[in-house]
């Protein structure tokens, strides 16, 4: 499966050297940023050409202020950064273009509940009911100057967490444990991460397994054992139920992080890109060929691969 995929991203990469959502479709920096974290694993080999273009088309992506917009067309950044951050991480040489890239994620302005919302929490008369959530912690948005969401702060956290070896250990603090705390706030009530909060109007909402195994990766370095084998706990439940790639994916580099059998969900991934190919979406297929050669390290600190 993974000769195959790799030949598909080959093939669907742009003449301008990025890569689309799928083929044909416009070059965009998550895509090209996934694709590269793929072939930056695999070392590249004869593709080593395709990864040297899609790298020369993120880098000249990158903004003044060290951000990347979702495509040529967006005249700002936004959070593809982090994950612009975790490929150029990845590629040798290109350090200083993700440590700009890491500059700006700490630099953005955070949305908190406004005043008014604050009183009427204080008061108990909450003008959104939220449940215990705290709206006073922040993590990164979708789009800049909104709230916070749990997939871009678990992207920005991971890319972050990425470059924080070798520097001062206090480097992106209190950012990254407000960050931290603001996940380990929304927590669904089965261990898991919906999207956005843990419940409205005094209902659970419902965990979904892309994003819990997100939030458990960028999580991996604080969570408590028995915090983690309950999120572990509901993560594999939910993989049992879906036939998403992008979830198996997601859910298998997460188990092998921390070191849970995944061999039956590896299988269940392969098995659908059997069935569907992915529909060629990029970042799925890239996921997939990460998971199933051993490629979840991309996504952490080099101290930390295998059991850190």
């Known amino acids: 499966m993974i000769h195959a995929a790799i030949r598909m991203l080959a093939a669907s990469q742009n003449v301008d050297g990025g890569w689309g959502s799928r083929r044909g479709r416009q070059s965009a920096t998550e895509p090209t940023a996934f694709a590269l974290l793929a072939l930056a694993h695999l070392g590249a080999g004869e593709l080593s050409g395709a990864m040297a273009r899609g790298t020369s088309w993120l880098e000249g992506q990158q903004r003044a202020d060290g951000s990347w917009p979702a495509t040529v067309r967006v005249d700002e950044g936004g959070w593809p950064t ?3 951050v975790l490929a150029m991480a ?8 993700a440590l700009r890239g890491a500059g700006w994620l700490l630099t953005q302005p955070v949305y908190r509940e406004s005043a008014i919302d604050a009183l009427a929490r204080r008061l108990g008369r ?3 009911d939220f449940g215990d959530l705290d ?3 922040a993590g990164w948005p979708w789009v800049g100057s909104t709230a916070s969401w749990v997939e871009p702060t678990a992207y920005a956290l991971m890319a972050l967490k990425k470059l924080r070896p070798g520097r001062d250990p206090r480097w992106a603090q209190p950012r990254l444990g407000e ?4 996940l380990l706030n929304r927590t669904c009530r089965d261990g898991g991460w919906n999207y956005g909060n843990r419940e409205v109007r005094g209902q659970a909402l419902p965990a979904f397994p892309d994003v819990t195994a997100a939030a458990l990766i960028a999580l991996r370095d604080v969570l408590d054992p028995p915090v983690a084998a309950e999120s572990l706990g509901a993560l594999e439940r939910m993989l049992e139920q879906v036939r998403s790639g992008l979830s ?6 997460c188990l092998e992080l921390y070191g849970v059998p995944a061999a039956r ?10 069935a569907t190919r992915f529909l060629g979406d990029t970042k799925t297929i890239a996921l997939a060929v990460l998971a199933l050669s051993d490629g979840a390290a991309v996504f952490i600190a080099p101290e930390r691969a295998r059991g850190g």
């Open 82 to 84: 982090s994950a612009a």
């Open 90 to 97: 990845a590629l040798a040489g290109n350090r200083p273009s």
């Open 126 to 128: 909450r003008r959104w």
């Open 135 to 137: 709206p006073g912690l």
């Open 179 to 182: 960050a931290e705390a603001m």
């Open 248 to 253: 198996l994916g997601w859910g298998v580099l």
């Open 265 to 274: 969900h590896a299988r269940a991934l392969a098995r659908a890109w059997e």
